[in-house]
């Protein structure tokens, strides 16, 4: 088996464009290419996604645990797998806890450096040995130099690294990916020319010698046991709202949850399901449509089934009034980072009193009186989230591989109300 980290000296380096770049060729070559991505991003798996042709994974060992993190990528490995990394390539959370090197060092996968060769010649060699020699436990087999002017810079940057340099792709400004609050605009929004991205990144690399640096042993990945089917789990699923971790849905699905995908902004009716899961997105860019789709408000409305929503999907519930308390937009990030809450209240997800990972990343602002979760940020306690005898809403996106509780116990909730409508 082969597998491979995509790392960057820092942000904007380049690391999605390489990353779905060689998705893309393995592709192309009849090769089955898994992606994954570091972190708890939603928007750079969606690029994965169009490049593979299949579901991208997150590794995140601050949501999840270490075994977690690798049943998660023995499970899906593949015949290539492409993990993307996050940030710079030592960047995580306090003591680097989910940085790129991290996750490398825990799935002991060799790990290609991308550096922004703009500006630079010899200095890059200065650039690579340093972060070769900052923690040599991670093991970077190869460099990529990226935004290079022409064959005699990438003449100059080669000689300049001891590491074995695989190659490098040309200043092309078509290569960009468009950006919005949150980052990238997600895949499903543009349609970036994926063949176009892949011709640019391969043109100057050795993907043969990248591949040859590549080889792991193949990890041994327990059974997911599955459950019989018992309740029907909706999600939505549209350009408003797609922001959903594989292994969420997977669980579910292995907790006895048939999942039927629904579009809020353009379904007329509400899905005869037992729990409605809204996953996060932008319902904020298409207020309008969902505005408009009113048979579809008014259902939602009416419904006194469970619902659990994360942080688009609490945007939507407001803008709606299915809950109380308006939502507004603002110029400044409300919250951004990792949080760990405590339950105020039990609901179909948590039980009072328990802590629960997750991560939060939102220009929003809810009116309203939070009553789900505290947390604590920068010294100070802060309540978030909305909840009552049926609706579980916060701003926190959770990774249920963090406890195998979660997901059966929304599958118990939808189990419960099914009874009692029977």
Same mark, same amino acid.
């Given at each position: 088996?082969?597998?491979?980290?995509?790392?960057?000296?820092?942000?904007?380096?380049?690391?999605?464009?390489?990353?779905?770049?060689?998705?893309?060729?393995?592709?192309?070559?009849?090769?089955?290419?898994?992606?994954?991505?570091?972190?708890?991003?939603?928007?750079?798996?969606?690029?994965?996604?169009?490049?593979?042709?299949?579901? #991208?994974?997150?590794?995140? +060992?601050?949501?999840?645990?270490? +075994? =977690?993190?690798?049943? #998660?990528?023995?499970?899906?490995?593949?015949? *290539?797998?492409?993990?993307?990394?996050?940030?710079?390539? !030592?960047?995580?959370?306090?003591?680097?806890?989910?940085?790129?090197?991290?996750?490398?060092?825990?799935? /002991?996968?060799?790990?290609?450096?991308?550096?922004?060769?703009?500006?630079?010649?010899? #200095?890059?060699?200065?650039?690579?040995?340093?972060?070769?020699?900052?923690?040599?436990? +991670?093991?970077?087999?190869?460099?990529?130099?990226?935004?290079?002017?022409?064959?005699?810079?990438?003449?100059?940057?080669?000689?300049?690294?001891? *590491?074995? &340099?695989?190659?490098? $792709?040309?200043?092309?400004?078509?290569?960009?990916?468009?950006?919005?609050?949150?980052?990238?605009?997600?895949?499903?929004?543009? /349609?970036?020319?994926?063949?176009?991205?892949?011709?640019?990144?391969?043109? %100057?690399?050795?993907?043969?010698?990248?591949?040859?640096?590549? @080889?792991?042993?193949?990890?041994?990945?327990?059974?997911?046991?599955?459950?019989?089917?018992?309740?029907? *789990?909706?999600?939505?699923?549209? /350009?408003?709202?797609?922001?959903y971790y594989q292994d969420n849905l997977d669980l579910l699905a292995a907790a006895g949850a048939t999942l039927v995908p629904f579009s809020p902004l &353009?379904?007329?009716?509400?899905?005869?399901?037992?729990?409605?899961?809204?996953?996060?997105?932008?319902?904020?860019? !298409? @207020?309008?449509?969902?505005?408009?789709?009113?048979?579809?408000?008014?259902?939602?409305?009416?419904?006194?089934?469970?619902?659990?929503?994360?942080?688009?999907?609490?945007?939507?519930?407001?803008? *709606?009034?299915? $809950?109380?308390?308006?939502?507004?937009?603002?110029?400044?990030?409300q919250h951004f980072g990792y949080a760990e809450a405590i339950s105020q209240v039990d609901t179909c997800l948590v039980r009072k009193g328990e802590k629960?990972?997750?991560?939060?990343?939102?220009?929003?602002?809810?009116?309203?009186?939070?009553?789900?979760?505290?947390?604590?940020?920068?010294?100070? /306690?802060?309540?978030?989230?909305?909840?009552?005898?049926?609706?579980?809403?916060?701003?926190?996106?959770? %990774? !249920?591989?963090?406890?195998?509780?979660?997901?059966?116990?929304?599958?118990? =909730?939808?189990?419960? +109300?099914? @009874?009692?409508?029977?």
């Amino acid at each position: 088996m082969k597998a491979f980290v995509i790392a960057g000296t820092h942000s904007g380096v380049g690391k999605t464009t390489v990353s779905i770049g060689l998705m893309a060729e393995f592709r192309r070559q009849g090769i089955s290419v898994q992606a994954f991505k570091i972190g708890p991003d939603y928007i750079d798996p969606s690029y994965h996604r169009l490049a593979t042709g299949r579901p #991208s994974r997150n590794l995140d +060992t601050w949501l999840c645990s270490k +075994t =977690a993190v690798k049943q #998660s990528f023995a499970r899906a490995a593949s015949e *290539i797998n492409v993990v993307e990394g996050v940030m710079g390539l !030592f960047d995580g959370a306090k003591g680097g806890k989910g940085s790129t090197a991290e996750i490398a060092r825990l799935l /002991t996968l060799p790990v290609i450096l991308v550096v922004d060769a703009k500006g630079m010649a010899q #200095s890059a060699g200065a650039l690579v040995a340093g972060y070769a020699n900052y923690q040599p436990a +991670t093991r970077i087999a190869g460099v990529i130099f990226n935004r290079v002017a022409s064959a005699g810079h990438y003449d100059y940057l080669k000689k300049a690294v001891k *590491i074995p &340099s695989l190659g490098w $792709i040309a200043k092309n400004k078509d290569m960009h990916l468009p950006e919005r609050h949150l980052g990238l605009v997600p895949a499903n929004e543009r /349609t970036p020319d994926i063949a176009k991205i892949r011709k640019n990144v391969v043109a %100057h690399l050795d993907v043969k010698k990248l591949l040859s640096l590549s @080889e792991i042993p193949k990890p041994k990945a327990s059974v997911l046991p599955m459950q019989k089917k018992r309740v029907r *789990i909706a999600y939505a699923l549209d /350009t408003a709202f797609h922001f959903y971790y594989q292994d969420n849905l997977d669980l579910l699905a292995a907790a006895g949850a048939t999942l039927v995908p629904f579009s809020p902004l &353009s379904d007329k009716k509400l899905p005869d399901v037992d729990l409605l899961y809204f996953g996060g997105g932008f319902p904020e860019c !298409f @207020e309008k449509q969902l505005r408009e789709n009113k048979g579809f408000c008014e259902a939602l409305r009416a419904w006194d089934l469970p619902i659990y929503a994360e942080c688009g999907g609490l945007y939507y519930l407001s803008l *709606i009034g299915k $809950i109380p308390g308006k939502m507004h937009m603002r110029d400044r990030l409300q919250h951004f980072g990792y949080a760990e809450a405590i339950s105020q209240v039990d609901t179909c997800l948590v039980r009072k009193g328990e802590k629960i990972k997750g991560h939060m990343f939102h220009y929003s602002h809810w009116e309203g009186q939070p009553n789900l979760y505290v947390f604590e940020k920068r010294g100070k /306690t802060i309540s978030e989230g909305y909840v009552d005898t049926q609706i579980h809403a916060s701003f926190l996106h959770v %990774h !249920f591989g963090s406890s195998p509780k979660l997901a059966r116990r929304l599958v118990e =909730a939808a189990q419960k +109300t099914k @009874e009692v409508c029977a």
